[in-house]
Structures are given as structure tokens and as C-alpha cells.
């Protein structure tokens, strides 16, 4: 079965460190998005990408990085540039043809800074 | 400057009765509208959808309404279940913009038993 995985599901980060998330999907989508949800917030863009090696900012970039190598691959770094990075931190995927624009979502990792 | 809001966070309704969630949204070049449910810990999944040349999109229990000229659109569930219980997010997209998803804060919807 196709989809979108992400790893781990939980992580927990010293303040001051850098911290990679992994998402990789199989659905041989073109686009790749990372989210981030908080309580009583609705998901707000970080990054996106729409072909390999080529990725834009979205509304909350700062403090965040991302790479695009591989067609199936979208890690996000949280580097410690991130005043407030406890979060919920959701990748999406979609097709860049046909009528659906609709994405495909992760279950998410819930990132922790102790 | 949010463009696409869900003003009730939560809603109750009992089961077997309708459960209406609303959207409002301000940006005129959206054309393309979907609900996405969440639970807690996993990541939303697809509900239903409308395209702007609609203004109604029917699935089995769940009917998507889009009323252009308020910029309004809503979700109807009937028959409400328990299992609808959930976060259910309204989002939108416009042409032009990498086809990018703005989404609503959400409404936790609770379906009494």
C-alpha cells in the first residue's frame, strides 16, 4: 500500500540542538509540504517543495530547514533557531496532475523540547 | 490575516442528528474547498470536497455546501455517529499557488452517544 511515513512518532530534544525529521512517501507524488499544528491553531505551512532539489518557503520558515534530493524524501530540520518548537509536525504529499487536490498526510511526529 | 475560519471551535450534537460545521473564507481567488478529519495523534485524512463551478458535493453521509457569493461553505453530517468525533478542518486552494493547502483553525466536533 502507498502512503506517507514519518519518523519517529514522538521525539524529544534538548534545548540548543539541531533535530531532523523524517518523511517518506511512495505515492510518487510531486509535491512534498510540512505542516505544523498547535493546540487551537490550524496548520500553518513551514516548507514545500513541488519538484526534487527545488523547495519555497511558507508562512513559518524561520528556524526551520529542509532538503529535496530524492523525489520520495522531505526531511525537516529544527534547528535551534526555533524560539517555540514543541509541536505537532505533519508532511503532506499530492499529485501535481489530475483533479484531486486534495493531500495525502502522515500520522505526524510530536516533537518535545525538554 | 487568516484566510480560511472555522469560528466554532467545538460543537456537541447527539447521535443520530445533524451535525453542521461552517467555513468562511475571505480569499476570492480560492477555488477548490476540502474537509479533512483528524484524531488525535494522527494525521488529518480526506474527507470530502468541492470545486468553485459547485455548490453542493454529496458522499454517503457527508455533504460539502459552497456559497459563493458569501464565501461561505459547510459540512453536513447526517446521521451524526460517535465515531465522527474528531477535528475536522476546512481548507482551501486557489490556481496559481502550487496548489497549497491554507486551513482553518478547526472545529472539535463531539457526537453524544
Known sequence: DGGITQSPKYLFRKEGQNVTLSCEQNLNHDAMYWYRQDPGQGLRLIYYSQIVNDFQKGDIAEGYSVSREKKESFPLTVTSAQKNPTAFYLCASRRSTGVSYGYTFGSGTRLTVV | ?113
Open chain 2, 1 to 113: 490575516d487568516q484566510q480560511v475560519k472555522q469560528n466554532s471551535p467545538s460543537l456537541s450534537v447527539q447521535e443520530g442528528r445533524i451535525s453542521i460545521l461552517n467555513c468562511d473564507y475571505t480569499n476570492s481567488m480560492f477555488d477548490y474547498f476540502l474537509w479533512y478529519k483528524k484524531y488525535p495523534a494522527e494525521g488529518p485524512t480526506f474527507l470530502i470536497s468541492i470545486s468553485s463551478i459547485k455548490d453542493k458535493n454529496e458522499d454517503g453521509r457527508f455533504t460539502v455546501f459552497l456559497n459563493k457569493s458569501a464565501k461561505h461553505l459547510s459540512l453536513h453530517i447526517v446521521p451524526s455517529q460517535p465515531g465522527d468525533s474528531a477535528v475536522y478542518f476546512c481548507a482551501a486552494s486557489a490556481s496559481g499557488s502550487a496548489r497549497q493547502l491554507t486551513f482553518g483553525s478547526g472545529t472539535q466536533l463531539t457526537v453524544l452517544p
